[in-house]
């Protein structure tokens, strides 16, 4: 059950972070664009190191 958590919690980072991109797009805010970004690459970057550790 462990996994499954983990990968919903992973889409809704990433959710999160395509929301800041575009609600920073709208509003001309490079700053909430810039944290989407680093909230999604960090997802990722922890997915794939928890990926790695896990075999």
């Given at each position: ?6 990968i919903l919690?992973?889409l ?28 999604i ?14 075999k």
């Amino acid at each position: 059950m462990k996994p499954v958590l983990t990968i919903l919690a992973a889409l809704l980072a990433t959710a999160i972070g395509v929301g800041a991109i575009v609600l920073g797009e709208a509003d001309d805010s490079p700053g909430l664009q810039g944290l989407g970004v680093l909230l999604i690459v960090g997802t990722v970057a922890l997915g794939v190191r928890r990926a790695q550790r896990s075999k």
